[in-house]
Structures are given as structure tokens and as C-alpha cells.
């Protein structure tokens, strides 16, 4: 797929399959992520895989609506603030290095047939602990990743006067 199709048709899918993800898939899908840039290379994320068969309860306490576990897996980015770069005024870049990698993964989910919805709006406390999360692993997203079940829609988005200066 073109990048500009891969982007224009990626969509938030809230309906999924339990067909599961071939392992030859997922292998891919995470190592996009892998691939990102992050601020100096140094890749201050961690990306947990979740299989959802036989957890649907205890991942919806993390985010409780039923489309989340549906999917076969779920997929959670954590940020590592001690490893990453930081900027001369303290800007730590845990966080952005840990999105850019997860959009990643979401773009190549997309690209081989796989659906995926980035979530944000999850409770981070049971985050942690249904995820056994230790305290250095920040949890900063989640997706469900799986054969989606809905259909593509057309995207509201703003126009780019509205988004874009020129200076």
C-alpha cells in the first residue's frame, strides 16, 4: 500500500474479529515500532503483548468497553523515563519517543489488513496493576490489534489553514 493510502484509509477500528494475528504478522507490526526514531536512539519504550482470551474481564477494568477484547491481543506502550534523552531545559522525551514508535506499530498494523484503535482514555492504576507493571514502566497507550469486524469511513479532519502557519 502507498503511504498516503496507508494513511488517508487508517482508522480507528471499534468492532474486531477473533480471528488471531499470525505470529509472522505481529512480528512485523512490532518491529515498525522498533524501527521508529526516538531522541537520541535510545528507544525508551517497552511495548507489552497482551493475549485477551481469558483476561477479557481483568483488561476491561483498564478500559472497559467490549470492542477492546475482542481483538486477540492487546497491545500497551510504556515510556522508560530513565533511559531516555533529555532536553538542555528537562524536557523528557520518554513519552514522545514511546508514541512515535506506537504510531508506528498502529501504520503497519493497518498496512498488513490488521485494525487497531489507539487509546488513551484508559485508567493508568489498573493499568499497572493488571499489567504488573514495575514502577520504572510508565503505560502511555493502548490498542487492540486484530482482523477488524467494522468498515472504513471518510475522516472529519480540520484543513490545513486552520493547522498549518507558515513563518
Known amino acids: ?7 488517508q484509509k487508517r482508522y480507528s477500528v471499534r468492532a474486531y474479529r477473533s480471528t488471531p494475528v499470525e505470529e509472522e504478522k505481529l512480528q512485523k507490526v512490532l518491529e515498525a515500532a522498533i524501527l521508529a526514531p526516538t531522541a537520541a536512539n535510545r528507544q525508551p519504550f517497552r511495548l507489552i503483548v497482551i493475549k485477551t482470551e481469558g483476561r477479557q474481564s481483568e483488561l476491561k477494568r483498564v478500559y472497559p468497553r467490549d470492542w477492546f477484547v475482542q481483538a486477540p491481543l492487546v497491545v500497551c506502550v510504556c515510556a522508560v523515563r530513565d533511559e531516555s534523552w533529555v532536553r538542555k531545559d528537562g524536557k523528557i522525551y520518554a513519552e514522545v519517543d514511546a508514541t512515535i514508535a506506537f504510531d508506528h506499530l498502529i501504520l503497519a498494523a493497518h498496512d498488513l489488513g490488521l485494525g487497531t484503535c489507539w487509546i488513551a482514555a484508559f485508567d493508568p492504576a489498573a493499568a499497572r496493576d493488571v499489567l504488573k507493571l514495575p514502577s520504572e514502566l510508565e503505560p502511555v ?7 477488524p469486524a467494522d468498515e472504513w469511513k471518510p475522516k472529519k479532519r480540520r484543513p490545513a489553514s486552520e493547522l498549518v502557519q507558515y513563518i
Not at 500500500?1 to 494513511?7: D, G, K, Q, T
Not at 497507550?141 to 482482523?147: C, H
Request: zero cysteines; glycine letters at 8%.
Open 1 to 7: 500500500m502507498e503511504f498516503r493510502e496507508l494513511v
Open 141 to 147: 497507550a493502548f490498542t487492540p490489534l486484530g482482523y
